[in-house]
């Protein structure tokens, strides 16, 4: 990753235009050519510094429901768990962490009653408790990650 | 939102895995739909507008930048208060995610989430250490939760 990359990561983390030719526009605003912003967008994705570079759609408002549940897993019966919790197609993101409660997923449904099923069905296969915490809020925030 | 129809989810489904890396991307959208491509950027505009689409850009992989340590930091501040403490913390440069949460009383007494992304769990410490000062005697306790591995990540995808 040279200063170029650098540049176009930290100044095209949105505003990306639509139009007939927006990565040209791109290109302008950052001082570059067109051919030059795609080989380096190219690059970046395929080496996996840019997840993708495109829309990011808010979840809830194409009309699912989002949660994040957590449970606390015996350390022993963890990997059998975790196995249970990620064969749902409901779960899109599922991470260990250090505190008892220590599996913490994130359930995206496109009806919002699913939710609430999900959740019964992984308590009662593990025979857990499932702490279910939704956002009642969410504040905005203007994070652009400095590459 | 309700506005959405089946031309916009069909929108939606080809474009949440990355814009085509062409110099004409929506028109490359549209062939690919049967639309034309003034049709697709009409619909992406009302998205961005509502909202259904937050920005399109670049979409870092922050752990491949070197953000290595992603702290869940957690608070027990007062309900009465939170509106405000949370646009505050929102509003610093290195939290990446902010929200209000219920509490799970006695388990989890804590009602505001504020993610926070580091080099490591030091430079998490020293980011969370801000908030404390910023929430200052409104924070009643606070822990740090550190990802210690991903165990799924497939991400919030439409099926077509």
Known sequence: MDALDRHIINGLQGGFPISERPYAEAAADLGIEEAELLDRLRRLTEDRLLSRFGPMYHAERIGGALTLAAMAVPEGRFEQVAELVNAKPEVAHNYARDHRLNMWFVLATEKPERIAEVIADIEAETGLAVHDMPKRQEFFVGLRFQA | ?160
């Open chain 2, 1 to 160: 939102m309700t506005g959405l129809d089946d031309i916009d989810r069909r929108i939606i489904v080809a474009t949440q895995a990355g814009l085509p890396l062409v110099a004409d991307p929506y028109r490359a959208v549209a062939e690919e739909l049967g639309l034309a491509a003034d049709e697709v950027m009409r619909r992406l505009r009302a998205m961005l507008d509502a909202g259904v689409i937050r920005r399109i850009g670049a979409v870092p992989n922050h752990y491949a930048l070197g953000y290595r340590a992603n702290g869940m930091s957690v608070w027990d501040v007062p309900e009465a208060d939170i509106g405000d403490l949370g646009a505050r913390v929102g509003a610093l440069d290195f939290v990446s995610h902010c929200y209000h949460r219920p509490r799970h009383p006695p388990q989890w007494p804590y009602n505001l989430f504020a993610m926070v992304h580091g080099r490591d769990r030091d430079e998490v410490a020293r980011m969370v250490a801000r908030i404390a000062a910023l929430l200052g005697p409104a924070d009643r306790g606070h822990e740090i939760l550190y990802s210690t591995r991903i165990l799924k990540k497939t991400g919030l995808r439409l099926v077509a």
